[in-house]
């Protein structure tokens, strides 16, 4: 397994200090903050590091203040409620004595119900779109700088972009973007850590489709962009090392905040997760 690849399964590798209480780090890549997504995989893992026979179908989570990638971050989890259906979760991520995260995770006993679901988009399978090779070589030299250095960095999540080309075009679009997400390697078998990776890939490019109506992007250096709240919902069984399909779109930017929502797909069209986010965009006066 490569390096890159260990370091996803090295992020959810939490210590137990003691009982409902949990120590994750970050991985050395020399990002100024913490990445939220890692932060919400690794509360989603320590809280289901608490509960046993049931899986987690929805957290809700508030991101409080910058994490810093230098020191550990403490996960406090919170047994709200042990019913007969449903178990309740909090979790707190504190770093110097402060909580910089807070999140309610509810689980749920497996059970029969009614079944529905809106369709997948029409889109290019992964296998037709440019992998990261091609795509270093033929499709990013095009793009802006800031474009570029992100889709090039090394990270344990493949990423292959429908809509690759609104970077380049800079003009005013519908808000939607497709993304095809997957694990770099192959996962244990474990629900959880497939559930907690998921959690950690749904914060990866959700708030940059909520500046698509205006031409912008989150790579803008005039754009201060930050996560605000993040939810997300699991409605069917899924693998996060095969290739899940991450339709995103924003109904509302108002107030210097952009809302977003996502679906995922598995590559068969069944509906697997629901994501929402609210993130601020702010313009930077100094270079507005």
Wanted: hydrophobic content about 40%; proline content about 8%; overall charge negative.
């Amino acid at each position: 397994m490569s390096q890159i690849s260990d370091s996803l399964l090295s992020i959810l590798d939490l210590e137990p200090l003691e009982r409902n209480l949990f120590r994750g780090r970050s991985p050395k890549v020399g990002w100024q903050r913490v990445f939220g997504g890692q932060v919400i995989g690794q509360a989603l893992y320590a809280a289901c590091k608490t509960v046993e026979d049931r899986q987690p179908h929805s957290l809700h989570a508030y991101f409080l203040l910058p994490g810093d990638p230098e020191i550990p971050i403490v996960y406090e989890v919170d047994r709200l409620r042990d019913g007969r259906s449903f178990t309740t979760r909090r979790v707190l991520a504190i770093q110097k004595g402060e909580a910089i995260f807070a999140m309610s995770a509810s689980f749920h006993a497996a059970e029969e119900g009614f079944e529905h679901q809106m369709p997948m988009p029409d889109v290019p399978m992964p296998e037709d779109l440019p992998d990261r090779e091609t795509m270093k070589r033929s499709v990013l030299p095009h793009m802006p700088d800031a474009v570029r250095a992100y889709y090039q960095r090394e990270r344990p999540i493949e990423i292959r972009p429908v809509e690759l080309a609104r970077y380049a075009s800079g003009g005013k679009m519908e808000p939607k973007f497709n993304v095809w997400i997957k694990a770099m390697q192959p996962l244990p078998d474990e629900p959880a850590i497939h559930q907690s990776v998921l959690a950690y890939a749904s914060d990866l490019m959700l708030l940059d489709s909520s500046l698509i109506a205006h031409g912008r992007n989150v790579f803008d250096k005039q754009i201060q962009g930050a996560s605000l709240d993040h939810a997300l919902w699991f409605h069917r069984p899924f693998r996060a090392d095969e290739w899940l399909l991450y339709a995103q779109d924003s109904p509302s930017t108002s107030g210097a905040r952009g809302f977003s929502r996502g679906l995922i797909f598995n590559r068969d069209g069944k509906l697997v997760a629901s994501v929402a986010q609210e993130g601020l965009i702010r313009p930077r006066p100094d270079m507005a």
